[in-house]
């Protein structure tokens, strides 16, 4: 007989879920490839779940409250949980972080300590919410802590956090899930918003903390050194705060398999975020096969050989590993091995870290 496992998928009821929204996906998606004793039962907001689940292999099941009131209620009470649940997941900082049986085991994903690297990046309100859930992720003895950085685990043990409470888990890439678009279209819509030939590609938001202004400043320079690099083209939605966006190409939000068409077809990709919890974006186009480029303060790529790492506060080193990773060779072996690379960061394997991690 399975056993109920509770996660928490209220991020995918977001208007933009982001990076947490993705691994809320590829966690339920993951384990749904494995032989394990667990039903995964979704918990979130009260209202439709169709469209915001999307087909996800899960059973839901509302807490009866709108999507505003789970933050503060969560701490409190633990909405829509079942009582059979064995394991109970928060995904995020949001919550839940009790329910279930007797003995059943509580966990919650630490996916950053943002707020306190880029406080400019975050309104005061939030910022009162995540030190909050801190404290209480620091007082809860019983609460284990999933993080994908070791770096993230050894600051979460300076702030109090028990290391034997820490389980290091790895994320993945769902290009499996939505096949690319054809090069047919995506070069249709790179044309419709006057861009042709090659292009150097960014994903993700557009926000402050994303250094966004110093990418363009560094890629006009590389540009006039190396035209291979085309034009520089921004994907994804607006994130918190105003960037200025200059001679860019902003495509805003694509779909999925768009954005994996984007991927392979880019000639580099270039992902120089202020800080970040992980960065999933870096991770998915390596396993295109595309050359990137990156802050050495990213934690997915930071040790990742293939990768050509930069100082995000410094334009004049953005600009030379635009410059330098254009001498990698772009197909062939060289794409192999890029793929190569991150071959072990998958879903499935992210879904066996976190049932090693409740066992």
């Not at 079942?82 to 972080?97: C, D, I, K, L, N």
């Not at 270039?270 to 050495?296: D, N």
Request: aromatic fraction near 6%; include cysteine; charged fraction near 20%.
């Amino acid at each position: 007989m399975k056993r109920t496992l509770t996660v928490s998928v209220d991020q995918l009821f977001r208007p933009h879920p982001g990076g947490i929204g993705t691994y809320v996906r590829g966690l339920v998606e993951g384990l749904a490839t494995l032989e394990t004793p667990f039903e995964v039962l979704g918990v979130g907001p009260r209202g439709s779940a169709s469209s915001a689940l999307g087909g996800l292999p899960l059973r839901y099941t509302s807490a009866g409250v709108p999507l505003a009131a789970l933050a503060p209620l969560w701490p409190l009470m633990p909405l829509g949980v079942a009582r059979e649940s064995v394991v109970v997941h928060a995904t995020s900082m949001t919550g839940p972080f009790a329910g279930g049986t007797s003995d059943a085991v509580h966990s919650v994903a630490m996916h950053d300590l943002l707020w306190r690297d880029q406080p400019e990046s975050a309104t005061r309100r939030g910022i009162r919410f995540h030190e909050a859930r801190l404290d209480l992720i620091r007082r809860r003895d019983d609460l284990r802590v999933f993080t994908t950085s070791p770096t993230l685990a050894d600051r979460l043990t300076d702030v109090g956090v028990d290391s034997s409470r820490i389980r290091f888990v790895r994320l993945g890439v769902d290009e499996h899930r939505d096949p690319p678009a054809s090069e047919e279209q995506v070069a249709a819509l790179l044309d419709a918003h006057g861009v042709t030939g090659s292009y150097t590609l960014y994903a993700g938001t557009r926000e402050p903390r994303k250094n966004i202004e110093r990418l363009i400043h560094a890629h006009r320079e590389a540009r006039q050194r190396r035209d291979e690099l085309g034009a520089l083209v921004l994907v994804g939605p607006e994130g918190w705060g105003s960037v200025a966006t200059h001679d860019a190409v902003v495509l805003g939000p694509v779909e999925r398999s768009m954005l994996w068409g984007l991927y392979r077809d880019a000639s580099v990709f270039a992902y120089v975020a202020l800080s970040e919890g992980w960065g999933l974006p870096p991770v998915e186009a390596l396993r295109m096969g595309t050359r990137v480029v990156a802050s050495s303060s990213v934690p997915s790529v930071a040790t990742n050989p293939e990768v050509v790492l930069v100082d995000p506060l410094d334009v004049a080193s953005i600009t030379s590993g635009l410059c330098e990773v254009v001498d990698q060779e772009r197909s062939g072996t060289g794409a192999r091995e890029r793929m190569r690379s991150v071959a072990d960061l998958t879903w499935r394997q992210s879904a066996l870290d976190h049932v090693a991690g409740w066992q």
